[in-house]
C-alpha cells in the first residue's frame, strides 16, 4: 500500500547537538539498569528502571523537572516492571495519579505522600503478566492485557474501588502477548486492543458475554508491539516488531502501511538513517490528522519526521519530511520518549541508562521561528537555552548522521 519511500529534510529542518539536561537513572547501585519507559507524573518526570541490584526490584523514579534530580523512588514490580501513565483519575481520586502494571499480575496506583501503592489490583493471586493496560475516562474501570500464558492471553477488566478480582475476563480476543490496550478518547464504551498475533481489536469493555463483545477486527499479520487512537478518536495507528507503521480507521480498515526504516536522507548538510521506530504521539499544535513519528539510530539519535497524508486513503505522495534531529547524547537504543507538551521540552530515555532534556518542537510557523529574537521566548526559548543549529549553519553543513555542532 506504499511505494518507495523518499525523506525531505523540512525547510526550517532543526537539530539539537546536546541536551539541556541529563541524569543516569537510579544510582550508582543501580549498575547497568536502563530506562524502559518515561512519563509525566503530577508536575515530575517518572521513569521506569530495569532491576536494580539496591532494590532487587523494578523501581520507578520520580525527577524534578527543573533539575532532573531523584525527588522520590517507587519499588515499582516484583519480576518486571511492564508499563506506566498518569491517569487524571481513578477511583474518585479526583486527580492525577501515576499508575503502573507489571509481570508480577498486579497494576498499582501510587500514592507519593506515603511512597508506596494506594491501589494494588490483582486476579485473585495468579501471576500471569500484565504487559498493558489502560483507565476509563471516568476513571472507574482499568482494563490491561495480558502475556500468553499457555493458551490463552486475556483482557481483564477492574473496578479499581473492587481491586481484589477482576469483575470480568475476555478470553477470546486475542491469542498470543496483548501489548497495547487503549479506551477510545471519543466513544467510553470501546476499547482498543493490539497484540503479537497481528491483530488490533475493537471491543464493548462494559459486554459481558466476551462472544459478542469484539466488533471490528483488523489484521495487519505481523507483531503488534504499539497502537494508539489520533485525539478524537477516528483513526488509529499502529507500529510493529519489523519496525513497520500502519494506519487505520476507526473501523479498523488498513489505510496504509510502510516500512519506517526505508526514508533515508543521504545528502544535504544534514542526513539520516532509521534503524528503529520509538514512538508516535500527537501534539495539540499540529493539525487533527497529523502524527508526529518518533524514530531512532543504532547511535543512540532521535529525529521526528512527519507524513501529510498518513490518514488519507487517497495518498497522494510518498514523500516523509525529518523535521527535528536529536544527536549525540546517548550511546546505544533509546527505548522511550516522552513529549512533555507543557513545558515544550523532549524527554528521552535510553539502553544506557540516561534520561536526556532536550529543546522541544519548537513550531515551524514563522511567527515562532526566530529564536534569536526575544519576542517568543515563552515559546521557542533563547538560542543559548535550546542548542538549536538551523539546517543553513555553517557548522552544521560539515556534519554527517549525528548532527553535531
Not at 519511500?5 to 549498575?31: D, E, Q
Not at 539498569?33 to 530495569?50: D, E, F, I, P
Not at 473492587?162 to 469483575?167: C, D, E, F, R, V
Not at 500502519?246 to 516500512?259: A, F, K, N, P, V
Amino acid at each position: 500500500m506504499a511505494g518507495t519511500s523518499s525523506l525531505l529534510p523540512s525547510p526550517r529542518l532543526r537539530t539539537a547537538s546536546s541536551p539541556l539536561r541529563s541524569t543516569t537513572i537510579g544510582t550508582p547501585s543501580t549498575g547497568d539498569a536502563y530506562v524502559l519507559r518515561l512519563t509525566n507524573s503530577n508536575g515530575k518526570y517518572a521513569a521506569m528502571s530495569t532491576r536494580s541490584n539496591q532494590h532487587n526490584s523494578y523501581p520507578i523514579y520520580l525527577y524534578s523537572k527543573q533539575t532532573l534530580q531523584t525527588i522520590q523512588t517507587f519499588s515499582g514490580h516484583d519480576v518486571s516492571s511492564t508499563f506506566m501513565r498518569e491517569v487524571d483519575s481513578i477511583a474518585g481520586s479526583g486527580r492525577p495519579v501515576l499508575v503502573s502494571s507489571g509481570k508480577d499480575g498486579s497494576v498499582k496506583v501510587w500514592d507519593e505522600r506515603s511512597g508506596s501503592f494506594a491501589i494494588k489490583m490483582t486476579d485473585l493471586g495468579k501471576s500471569r503478566g500484565l504487559l498493558s493496560f489502560d483507565v476509563s475516562l471516568d476513571g472507574n474501570t482499568l482494563a490491561a492485557g495480558t502475556e500468553l500464558q499457555g493458551d490463552d492471553a486475556s483482557v481483564l477488566y477492574w473496578d479499581p474501588r473492587q481491586p481484589t478480582a477482576p469483575l470480568r475476563t475476555h478470553t477470546s480476543t486475542h491469542s498470543d502477548d496483548i501489548t497495547a490496550v487503549h479506551f477510545s478518547p471519543s466513544k467510553p464504551d470501546v476499547l482498543l486492543t493490539a497484540s503479537s498475533d497481528g491483530l488490533l481489536s475493537l471491543s464493548n469493555p462494559n459486554e459481558i458475554d466476551e462472544d459478542e463483545a469484539v466488533m471490528n477486527v483488523g489484521n495487519w499479520g505481523c507483531s503488534i508491539s504499539q497502537a494508539g487512537w489520533l485525539p478524537d478518536g477516528s483513526r488509529i495507528w499502529c507500529a510493529s516488531d519489523m519496525e513497520t507503521f500502519s494506519s487505520w480507521s476507526g473501523e479498523l480498515d488498513l489505510i496504509q502501511t510502510h516500512d519506517i526504516r526505508a526514508p533515508c536522507l543521504h545528502s544535504g548538510p544534514t542526513t539520516w538513517v532509521t534503524d528503529y521506530l520509538i514512538t508516535a504521539s500527537h501534539s495539540s499544535s499540529s493539525n487533527a490528522g497529523d502524527l508526529d513519528v518518533f524514530v531512532g539510530s543504532n547511535e543512540g539519535d532521535i529525529a521526528l519526521l512527519t507524513k501529510d497524508d498518513l490518514f488519507s486513503t487517497t495518498q497522494n505522495s510518498d514523500d516523509w519530511s525529518l523535521r527535528k534531529v536529536w544527536s549525540t547524547a546517548h550511546e546505544g537504543i533509546v527505548r522511550s520518549l516522552l513529549w512533555d507538551e507543557q513545558d515544550q521540552v523532549l524527554v528521552t530515555g535510553g539502553e544506557d541508562g540516561k534520561i536526556c532534556l532536550w529543546p522541544g518542537l519548537v513550531p515551524e510557523d514563522d511567527s515562532f521561528m526566530d529564536v534569536d529574537s526575544g519576542q517568543h521566548a515563552k515559546r521557542s526559548r533563547s538560542r543559548d537555552d535550546m542548542d538549536w543549529d538551523e539546517e543553513e549553519s555553517e557548522v552544521d553543513k560539515q556534519s554527517g548522521k549525528r548532527a553535531r555542532r
